[in-house]
């Protein structure tokens, strides 16, 4: 589908999913408008499971035994848990903040990665996950207002904890579930999780809001852009570069997610500070960094093959 050994391919990759995960934050919240936020959760999951269906009964097959369980819990990790902990958490902090916190991954990504599953880091890269960190950090002392003290804190860490989540999906993903395509444990993750969300989501009162809310229709498409954009067709290219690229690079999307939430911010009517144009520079320099290391990385095994 698309030559990921081309720099430009991965950055307009790179960019694409941070456009779409950026405007994911704003949908949840046009969703939350009609729905509480188990139900937004729920129909993420259920209409990215409809979506992906003419995919899982084409390739149902290709699934072996032993890869049903590891395709369970990277569904888990990387769609079914975050999708409940943003929501629930954008009931108290907003979703400009929301997407500045989901700028940990990379970080965790790393930590997890050497901690966890061997994963080697150069110490280029490392420079680069630093600096990027450095950047959503002055993101977020901008333009995040926390404080301990308050409750936004307490539901910003069930951010943190999703994109936990993010991290260890993304270092499963790449070490664990290489003999499988990004198509396949994508649509197969939903299929898993999907019936689950679905059984939660018409045992509620769903179907009463839908025929007395006059918003709910609204609401219904929001999410089902979110589902069909930000989380099925998002999460097949996302698996795509963790595979073809590198977990690092991948989880560096969440970097420049901030940089389009304070893009909606802005259409909003939110003001724009000197610091975040610095924070987003720092951000985008960090991401090249990465990126850089991981050319560096192919040029050396292809010279090492040649060698030999």
Known sequence: MFDLNKPAIQWT?????AFIWGSSFILMKKGLVTFDNNQVASLRIVISFLFLSPIIIKNFKKIKRNQWL????????????????????????????SGMLNSLVPLFTVLIGLLFFKLKLRWLKMLGVIIGLIGAIGLLSVGGGISVDNDDFLYSILVVIATICYAVNVNFIKTKLVEVNSVNITSFGFLLIGPLAGIYLFTSDFTHIMKTDEQAWMSLFYISLLAIFGTAMAVILFNMLIKRVSAVFASSTTYIIPVFAIFWGFLDGENIQLMQFVS??????????????NRLERKEAIQKETKN
């Open 13 to 17: 990759l790179l960019f694409f999913l």
């Open 70 to 97: 590891k395709i369970f819990l990277a569904g888990l990790l990387g769609s079914g848990i975050p999708a409940f902990l943003f929501t629930k958490a954008q009931t108290h902090i907003s979703s400009s903040l």
């Open 280 to 293: 987003i520079a720092v951000i985008l320099t960090g991401v090249y960094i990465v990126n850089k290391d």
